[in-house]
């Protein structure tokens, strides 16, 4: 059974449908990128599966249909999503994000964890006591990650982590994403216009066009693909 | 020297009153950017209930205000529940209408149930004529010194439970980033709920102790609410210190500021004590221009 | 053309509307024993009920295009019906109501002012009962102190509110939203009580306030035997005398307010409260535009002032505090925020139900009478019914009562515009109606 499965699904806002009936898989461990330009409906995609558009259609969490549930049980349920433009708690302190993080835990292990992705991004460390709307755009993407994986989710959902950041700290970025899928397993499912970025952690992608997915397959089969070479890769 | 010891006694005392209520505005103003005009009919109403534990069921005094507190919690959620989630927080208009709404209705109860006619109401602290302490031959009476001290056991509550306790944090985030706050799994719904029975526990509290030094009746809590408002904007909406400074400030304006003017810088004797008020909002005014969301206060940084 | 489907929802509506009409009119006497309650909650049902049924069939019952005879039929009977009440009133209801009606109007002039700010140019303003005040105080002191006549007052009145509006928007540019409207709020405070400062209260009666004498008030003149008073008591006569003259400012003040609306002024105005970066980047000169609102809207807070003291001859500080700008504010609300007519419509509507004086005892349906309908004249509760109508607003019509209304039309008569001819297209008719009345698109 896949992790994710999004079955002609339909998301609208208000009168205004954005996706017209998508359909995709994420197995489990699998990195899956979604691509698309501006106002394709890369980051509905993402709102729909969290419960926060009004969805028709299947949406599979481990088998269980979580179309129509509230976004706070859906993350109870194991996802954890980056929003465009982070999402960080911006009056609140480093420490206190990834505190509230672990909002749905129980257990006793959330201070080691604190303590483990404060080794992964120091960065953090150092900042620990500052609020967070200090922090500049790459440490608040850090805190972002951090602080969805400190739920210990089955499933990250990313989208545009690149978005408004430089390019040295995208890269870094990047690189942890593919360990922490490495080394923890989480399966992700990154929405990202930068391709080339996104094609390079992911094992499969899917090209999403006017609220319609265009086009499916493994990351070398997409990247070697013509249209998306050209629409998205720049060659 | 102890005319002005005793007046600023009585001016902090005030000011923790309405501390007190305008930090209740405060916290639900942080998580939801409304404010509560129901505030003050709540605490009213609280009094009230206060009256009727204490008084007419003969329970102890402070059991029966933390009764009534008690009681307008569950009414103040049963509120929230009922009349504000339903609209969108951003839209503010219709939440207003039902804040004003419910104000006029705790009101018109209030006047229908109990009478219209003041009934005098006693103080948890001891009150009598002898109950005082004396510093520099100023007579400091416990019970203005009482409310002072539960202004600072509360705000201390109010940190302690916003800071230290996970539903503290809950708020907090909701506060911040409401929708972040729902993808980390918080029931924001639930959250505000008990931001607004703790405001209205406050302000229950605040009731039955500000009943003690006017009368009780279905308007006491009105002039309250006002210094209130303006205790809450000085400080800044969104800041419970600024809140319980703001207050404190208002009260010493009001006591002793504003009779040492009266009395003592030429020109100004016309000053009455209505005139205070109008002081405290020049003042208010003044702080508003240099800082634009109060004294501690965040200004939002719009991006264009 | 018109088309016309499901006529009975039409005539269901129509129906509705009549009987909620009649049931209105005889609710406002004092003392009846009748089932009109019952009729006029049944009509409240009827009209939602058709409303509802034509939005699920997704179409309306009747599309009527514009300028075609049936629209301008529509229109005229609709004026119609608006002028027979007008001059109805003050003959059939009885004095009391009149009186009501009264005060209406002179709150709906404020409210105009406080439209313009509020709805109009989104800056939140509390402080309009001082701008009233400032209209009636002026009033009585330059007729009793400087032997003006009641209607020259009206000459310094609008450039002084004019200015005072100005000064106090400016401090209004640098704060913002809900801070502006509770320092606004604080001066609804303060005016009072700066009114009844010793020294000042010589000129305004201190805390007893101050009268018109005798013979400096209004009287009915000349257009008595034109108006109809011939024949009934002098209070009689002189109350519907001032009817008629606060009917006469009130429509001048509408008309104003309307075509400052649909000037480049105006848009420019509405413009800075929809996107206000938008606008400067389009060249309007925000402060100057947001300070010139705020003086226009004192202006006519000040005019409202102006006839309190046209209808009660006098002025009081203490009736132009904050119990008066949260009244203000409620008339606004109640009628429709963005909306001209809301001002008169939610002015009544406030006034009636601030002093609810009716006594009405059903007949009893089966021997069953509600009892919660005896609402007692004085009792507390009345202030209750005011609340839960606040309510009842804020989940069912927050635009006010006029979107309500407008809702209810719209769902039944669809006026399809006219396609702009290139002459149509110069005049910019339809541009403006769409300009005037800006309606929020928020989806409930």
């Known amino acids: 059974m896949s992790v994710l499965e999004m079955q002609d699904v339909r998301a609208r806002y208000g009168q205004i449908e954005a996706l017209h009936g998508i359909s995709l898989t994420v197995e489990e461990g699998e990195v899956v990128v979604v691509l698309g330009a501006n106002g394709a409906g890369k980051t509905t995609t993402l709102r729909a599966i969290c419960g926060m558009v009004t969805t028709t259609g299947t949406v599979n969490l481990h088998g269980t249909n979580i179309v129509g549930s509230d976004t706070a049980d859906i993350v109870r349920m194991g996802v954890a999503h980056v929003p465009q433009g982070r999402g960080t708690f911006p009056e609140l302190s480093v420490v206190d994000n990834l505190n509230v993080g672990a909002y749905v835990r129980k257990d006793k292990e959330i201070s080691a964890d604190i303590d483990k992705w404060f080794e992964i991004f120091p960065r953090l460390a150092e900042r620990r006591t500052q609020v967070a709307g200090s922090l500049s755009g790459g440490e608040q993407q850090m805190l972002a990650v951090a602080r969805a994986m400190m739920s210990r989710p089955k499933v990250l959902l990313l989208d545009e982590p690149s978005l408004g950041l430089a390019p040295l700290i995208i890269d870094d970025l990047f690189k942890q994403f593919a360990q922490i899928n490495a080394e923890l397993g989480t399966t992700m499912l990154v929405v990202e216009q930068n391709a080339n970025l996104a094609l390079g952690i992911a094992s499969r992608g899917y090209v999403i066009e006017a609220g319609e997915i265009v086009l499916s397959g493994t990351a070398e089969e997409l990247r070697n693909d013509d249209g998306v070479r050209a629409a998205y890769l720049g060659v | 020297m102890s005319l002005f010891l005793q007046r600023m006694i009585e001016g902090l005392s005030n000011g923790a009153m309405y501390g007190v209520v305008a930090v209740s505005l405060v916290i639900i103003f942080k998580a939801t950017t409304l404010i509560n005009f129901a505030q003050g009919g709540l605490a009213m109403f609280g009094a009230y209930m206060a009256n009727v534990f204490a008084i007419e069921q003969g329970l102890p005094l402070i059991v029966g205000i933390l009764m009534g507190a008690a009681v307008m919690a569950v009414v103040a959620s049963g509120i929230e529940r009922v009349l504000i989630r339903p609209f969108d927080p951003s839209n503010h208009l219709p939440v207003v209408l039902i804040t004003f709404g419910i104000a006029y209705i705790l009101q018109a109860v209030a006047a229908w149930k109990f009478g219209t006619e003041f009934k005098s109401f006693p103080s948890p602290f001891p009150a009598g004529p002898n109950d005082h302490i004396e510093i520099a031959g100023a007579r400091l009476r416990y019970e203005r010194l009482g409310v002072v001290l539960v202004l600072v056991i509360m705000v201390g509550l109010v940190h302690l439970i916003l800071n230290k306790t996970k539903i503290g944090l809950a708020f907090r985030a909701v506060s911040s980033n409401t929708e972040s706050a729902k993808l980390v799994g918080v029931k924001t719904g639930r959250t505000l709920n008990f931001g607004w029975a703790l405001a209205a526990m406050f302000g229950g509290v605040a009731g039955g102790l500000v009943a003690h030094f006017t009368q009780l009746d279905s308007g006491f809590m009105d002039k309250i609410l006002i210094f209130s408002f303006a205790a809450a904007t000085l400080g800044g909406l969104d800041s419970i210190n600024g809140a319980v400074i703001g207050g404190l400030i208002i009260g010493l304006v009001e006591s002793p500021i504003q009779p040492m003017v009266r009395d003592y810088v030429p020109g100004f004797h016309f000053l009455t004590s209505d005139l205070a008020l109008l002081v405290a909002f020049l003042l208010i005014l003044g702080v508003l221009l240099v800082k634009p969301a109060g004294l501690f206060g965040t200004t939002r940084v719009e991006r264009v | 053309m018109i088309k016309m489907q499901r006529p009975w929802i039409l005539g269901l509506g129509a129906v509705s509307l009549v009987v909620l009409g009649l049931s209105v009119i005889h609710l406002l006497n004092k003392e009846t024993a009748s089932y009109w309650p019952y009729l006029g909650i049944l009509s409240i049902l009827g009209l939602g009920g058709a409303t509802a ?260 001859s006098e002025a009081n500080p203490n009736s132009f505090g904050p119990l008066l700008a949260i009244a203000l504010l409620l008339a606004l609300v109640l009628g429709g925020v963005y909306t001209l007519q809301g001002a008169l419509v939610g002015s009544l509507l406030y006034v009636f139900l601030d002093d609810l004086r009716t006594r009405v005892t059903l007949t009893s349906v089966a021997g069953w009478r509600p009892s919660f309908f005896q609402i007692a004249e004085g009792s507390p509760l009345t202030q209750a019914v005011l609340g839960l109508a606040l309510i009842l607003i804020a989940f069912f019509a927050p635009g006010g009562v006029v979107s309500l209304a407008r809702k209810v039309r719209t769902s039944l008569i669809r006026v399809v515009p006219a396609i702009p001819t290139a002459d149509a297209v110069a005049s910019s008719a339809s541009a403006d109606k769409a300009v005037s009345e800006p309606e929020v698109a928020t989806t409930h």
């Open chain 3, 53 to 312: 049924v034509a939005q699920r069939a997704g179409e309306p019952v009747l599309v009527v295009n514009e300028g075609s005879r049936a629209h301008r039929t529509w229109q005229t009977a609709g004026w119609g019906v608006f002028a027979f009440f007008v001059v109805a009133t003050p003959y059939l209801l009885d004095s009391f109501r009149v009186q009501q009606v009264n005060k209406s109007m002179y709150y709906a002039v404020a409210v105009l002012g406080v439209n313009l700010i509020i709805g109009y140019s989104g800056l939140i303003s509390l402080g309009h009962g001082a701008f009233m005040g400032v209209g009636a105080f002026m009033s009585v002191i330059l007729v009793e102190d400087y032997g003006f006549k009641l209607w020259q007052v009206l000459f310094v009145i609008v450039p002084v509110a004019f200015v005072i509006g100005v000064i106090v928007g400016i401090p209004a540019l640098r704060i913002k939203g809900l801070y502006l409207a509770l320092v606004t709020f604080a001066l609804s405070f303060a005016f009072p009580i700066i009114l009844k400062i010793e020294g000042i209260d010589k000129r305004t009666g201190g805390d007893l306030g101050r009268n018109i004498s005798l013979e400096n008030q209004v009287q009915p003149g000349r257009l008595k035997g034109i108006l109809g008073l011939n024949g009934l008591d002098a209070p009689a006569q002189e109350q519907i005398y001032k009817y008629w003259l606060m009917v006469l400012v009130v429509g001048i003040c509408f008309l104003l307010v309307r075509n400052i609306i649909k000037s480049r002024a105006g848009r420019a105005i509405i413009a800075i409260k929809e996107n206000q970066i938008g606008a400067a980047v389009s060249g309007v000169p925000l402060t100057t535009y947001k300070v010139i609102t705020f003086g226009i809207s004192a202006v006519f807070a000040a005019i409202g002032g102006w006839l309190y003291a046209l209808l009660f």
